[in-house]
């Protein structure tokens, strides 16, 4: 059977990765349709190695007929088509935040949650988590389900791709201008962002975390575990693509590195590299952009509590941690339920 797939947003980062691999992961498409905002209407886009298809306008395009829509167009703008594409009869898959806390939309993981995809009847909409959150979630489930997780303390090193092309002209621009003895200008970033880190992603919130912070602590509860408590640092650095963590994990049950090193080496989607060596025993953002997986290094004891471990967990966040996700969630709804 092939289906009709919408990708909307087709013109950002997001977007064209979900036409990627909608094409790469040979996804079965009958049509795809690439839908954007009325500025980038008219605009050509890719799908695979031989197709361009010509964007067409969100405010006027007739969803009837297209069983699933992937989304990465914003909340604001999800807010207001997503309800009208599921009136219609598609499936929407929404990278936005804007459903993800809703009690009547399921926000999945394929490898931690999969079973949630059943909820998509209430609304005809599925939520794909933030994008931190998806890799730490990812490399958290198997140690949850060998010793059950009780505490997360994550400092994230997030990638500029995070903020949109933008933020990446704007890295670009300003690291340029550095090396001309020039002036860097600021239109995204609160701060410099070129050799620099900035320790505040999204708006701040009445008790002094962001937005961001508060997103992996609630989504986190939500697809793996009502009772993990979660806090987070969340921190820009100059990297075009790939977002890094430091996660420091308390466990209700015993658990070992040897214990953890196997569970991670055997759970899908992820891939450890855990040597005491400097060339070859971690993975860094730079080796790992393009890449599905979720990659976990560094996995040590913490002997400051009683059962604790800590991770460095690095994973593309425009792959694995918008589009890869989505697409995952397109194929088992389309395997399971369509």
């Excluded at 909307?8 to 979900?18: D, F, H, I, W």
């Excluded at 935040?97 to 399921?106: E, I, N, Q």
């Excluded at 806090?231 to 790939?242: D, L």
Aim: neutral net charge.
């Amino acid at each position: 059977m092939t289906y009709k797939v919408a990708v909307v947003g087709a013109t950002g980062n997001v977007g064209q990765v979900m036409l990627s691999a909608l094409s790469e992961r040979k996804f079965p498409v009958s049509e795809v349709y690439a839908v954007a905002s009325p500025r980038s209407a008219g605009r050509e886009v890719s799908f695979g190695e031989d197709n361009i298809l010509t964007v067409q306008n969100l405010e006027k395009f007739d969803f009837k007929g297209v069983d699933i829509v992937l989304a990465s167009a914003g909340s604001a703008t999800s807010k207001e088509f997503a309800p009208r594409a599921a009136k219609a009869g598609a499936v929407v898959i929404d990278n936005s935040s804007c459903f993800r806390m809703d009690k009547d939309v399921p926000l999945v993981v394929p490898e931690v949650n999969p079973d949630a995809i059943q909820m998509y009847t209430k609304k005809g909409i599925i939520a794909n988590p933030n994008c931190s959150t998806i890799q730490m979630v990812v490399a958290l489930k198997p140690l949850h389900d060998l010793a059950t997780v009780k505490r997360v303390v994550v400092a994230t090193y997030q990638s500029v791709s995070g903020a949109g092309k933008a933020a990446m002209d704007e890295l670009f621009e300003q690291t340029r201008a550095i090396y001309a003895n020039g002036t860097p200008s600021r239109d995204v970033f609160s701060k410099q962002i070129s050799f620099n880190v900035i320790p505040q992603i999204d708006v701040f919130m009445d008790d002094g975390y962001t937005k961001e912070e508060w997103k992996m602590r609630v989504e986190t509860r939500k697809i793996m575990d009502a009772d993990i408590d979660v806090v987070a640092t969340c921190v820009r650095v100059p990297v075009f693509v790939c977002h890094s963590e430091a996660v420091n994990v308390e466990f209700k049950k015993p658990i070992t590195v040897s214990q953890a090193r196997k569970a991670l080496q055997k759970a899908p989607g992820v891939v450890v590299v855990d040597k005491h060596d400097p060339e070859d025993g971690f993975i860094t953002p730079a080796e790992v952009s393009g890449e599905d997986a979720v990659y976990v290094s560094r996995i040590r004891q913490d002997e400051t509590v009683k059962s604790g471990l800590n991770l460095w967990v690095v994973s593309d966040n425009l792959r694995k941690g918008a589009a890869i996700n989505a697409v995952q969630i397109a194929e088992i709804l389309a395997d399971k339920y369509l």
